[in-house]
């Protein structure tokens, strides 16, 4: 069989707001210790949510993508305690539908030109659709291991005033919003839209602005909203806190606009093994690790909540 090395890159978004397209970490967080040739052209060729070498791998990790810049911190600690399994570790980070899609298909995915199988032995997403997949008899072992809240992204400074969910339905306001087609978050920003109001907001926001060209839905996953800001394409955007606090950690122009509680809308994630994994006790150990200290502290790094009491998920 023919060696295949992916020497694929995790998205860091830059300060420059002029930037036309998204750099890359120039392969920082592949794990892969063989790189080979690592090739790269922005918006050509580039494949920022596979991680690693599917070949040699002895955990395979499909994680819903806004968890992406936590990953590196955490392969890199779990590298340490288990060094048998260093190097051998492949991940995704696409939205959690997609991976299911991928999943569904034979666990077989199409980017470009490039058709890859890889069998995952761990699939991390939201609570309920994990508690879903383990009445189907898809994933075993499921763990609770953090909660996230949402907020508005805007751009440094909130030149546009925004105080609240109901100011997203400004006509001139520009939006880039999660696709509920293809994000789970999209469900959780449609509970807080209604919440603070009604249907008819979230019509606004989702149906009529989408209509005439002012909310832009993303297309692979919503860390394309601070893309958009940054490139001045869009004024706001409704992300997972942690996502503004990665963007204000790696220096970018960004601001947040705090969502009250009463309207906000709290995810539990969750991780799984999958029932036909290749490498189930690679899989356990890294369930496990979720829950450590360590890991902890890297999700709270950037704003994720361990578990400590039941919410909405």
């Known amino acids: 069989m023919r060696k295949i090395t992916l020497a694929t890159t995790l998205l860091l978004p830059v300060c420059a707001i002029a930037q036309t397209a998204p750099p890359w970490s120039a392969g920082a967080n592949n794990p892969a210790p ?4 690592v090739f790269h ?27 992406f810049f936590v990953l590196p911190r955490l392969i890199a600690g779990f590298e340490k305690q288990h060094p048998e399994l260093a190097g051998h570790i492949f991940y ?23 058709t890859l199988h890889v069998v995952p032995d761990v699939y991390e997403a939201g609570a309920r659709v994990l508690d879903d997949l ?10 609770r291991y953090a909660t996230n809240n949402l ?15 109901k100011d997203l339905a400004a006509p001139t306001l520009r939006l880039a919003m999660p696709n509920p087609e293809t994000e789970g978050v999209a469900r959780q920003v449609s509970d807080s839209l209604r919440k603070a109001g009604g249907q008819s907001l979230v019509d606004t926001v989702y149906t009529q602005k989408v209509h ?7 297309q692979i996953h919503h860390r394309q909203t601070p893309m958009r800001i940054l490139q001045g394409k869009a004024d706001a955007g409704v992300v997972w806190a942690s996502e503004v606090r990665f963007q204000q950690k ?7 606009v705090a969502i009250p509680d009463d309207v906000n809308t709290t995810a539990i994630y969750a991780a799984g093994v999958v ?5 189930s006790a690679a899989a356990a150990a890294w369930i496990a690790y979720l829950q450590s200290d360590q890991a902890q502290a890297a999700y709270a790094e950037f704003g994720f909540k361990h578990i400590t009491a039941s919410r909405d998920h």
Request: hydrophobic share 35%; glycine share 12%; net charge negative.
């Open 134 to 143: 383990h009445q189907q008899g898809i994933v075993d072992n499921v763990v």
């Open 41 to 67: 052209v922005d918006d050509v060729d580039n494949i920022p949510d596979l991680h690693g070498n599917p070949q040699d791998a002895k955990l395979v990790l499909f994680i819903g993508g806004n968890q």
């Open 212 to 218: 005439d060209g002012t909310t832009s839905l993303t």
């Open 275 to 279: 029932h036909s994994a290749p490498h």
């Open 250 to 256: 790696i220096g970018n122009p960004i601001s947040g």
């Open 151 to 165: 907020e508005i992204m805007v751009a440094a400074g909130n030149p546009k005033h925004i105080t609240g969910l």
């Open 92 to 114: 995704e980070t696409l939205p959690p539908g997609i991976l299911r899609k991928q999943m569904q298909q034979d666990n077989t995915i199409t980017v470009g030109n490039l």
């Open 34 to 37: 063989s790189k080979g040739l």
